[in-house]
């Protein structure tokens, strides 16, 4: 039972454009998402997250929006540089001391 | 500061036999995590330490084990090893008891082939 999904394995855009990642949710009760960003042979590190309260969080050019009722969220980088090539996953947090829960990720490709 | 140390980088073993993965989490950081990345499944949650005792494990047959020890060093092994088995083992450390924040750190992993 897939509890986040990731539907695109992959997505291709051009340089300096959106790039647009996107991620589904079954369980009401994820309190916090977060996207890991993975380069081949290292591990994921974090680079965005957001509390169920809110709706929108940025930090530069990266920003997540959370659409609760559609239990949809979305991870949007803009410009699209060459150096965002890399495989992201969305992760959930359920209530209390509980481990994070991946999707299967999503390969980005961006095009120079 | 050190990061999250997994050793080996790379291991190959042959059907049957058992395997052991070390990870030496950040200095101070008391949890442990453990997950296999395959390319189908993504992260999947294998079991998560803290203070040497196991306290989260995930959907995975008894063939899959771990420990952590007093220096918060963690171990898994697995035994009776299988082709599906063939992976990359990510070890994640935090200073928290469950290692589900931005808090989480990842090493590079262990990527274990089964021939």
């Known amino acids: 039972d897939q509890q986040v999904k990731q539907n695109s394995p992959s997505l291709s855009v051009q340089e300096g454009r959106i790039s647009i990642l996107n991620c589904d949710y079954t369980?009401?009760?994820?309190?916090?998402f977060l996207w890991y960003k993975k380069y081949p042979a290292e591990g994921p590190t974090f680079l965005i997250s957001?509390?169920?309260?809110?709706d929108k969080n940025e930090d530069g050019r990266f920003t997540v929006f959370l659409n609760k009722s559609a239990k949809h969220l979305s991870l949007h980088i803009v410009p699209s540089q060459p150096g965002d090539s890399a495989v992201y996953f969305c992760?959930?947090?359920?209530?209390?001391?509980?481990?994070?829960?991946f999707g299967k990720g999503t390969r980005l490709s961006v095009i120079a | 500061k050190a990061g999250v140390t997994q050793t080996p980088r790379y291991l190959i073993k042959t059907r049957g036999q058992q395997v052991t993965l070390s990870c030496s989490p950040i200095?101070?950081?008391?949890?442990v995590s453990w997950y296999q990345q395959t390319p189908g499944q993504g992260l999947q949650f294998l079991f998560e330490?803290?203070?040497?005792?196991?306290?989260n494990k995930g959907n995975f047959p008894g063939r899959f084990s771990g420990r952590q020890f007093s220096n918060s060093r963690s171990e898994m092994n697995v035994s009776t090893l299988e082709l599906g088995d063939s992976a990359l083992y990510l070890c994640?450390?935090?200073?928290?008891?469950?290692?589900?924040?931005?808090?989480?750190?990842f090493g590079q992993g262990t990527r274990l082939t089964v021939v």
């Open positions: 994640a450390s935090s200073p928290r008891m469950t290692a589900s924040s931005t808090e989480a750190f």
């Open positions: 369980n009401s009760m994820f309190d916090y």
């Open positions: 957001i509390s169920s309260i809110k």
């Open positions: 992760a959930a947090r359920p209530s209390g001391n509980t481990p994070l829960v």
């Open positions: 200095s101070g950081h008391r949890s």
């Open positions: 330490y803290f203070s040497e005792t196991q306290r």
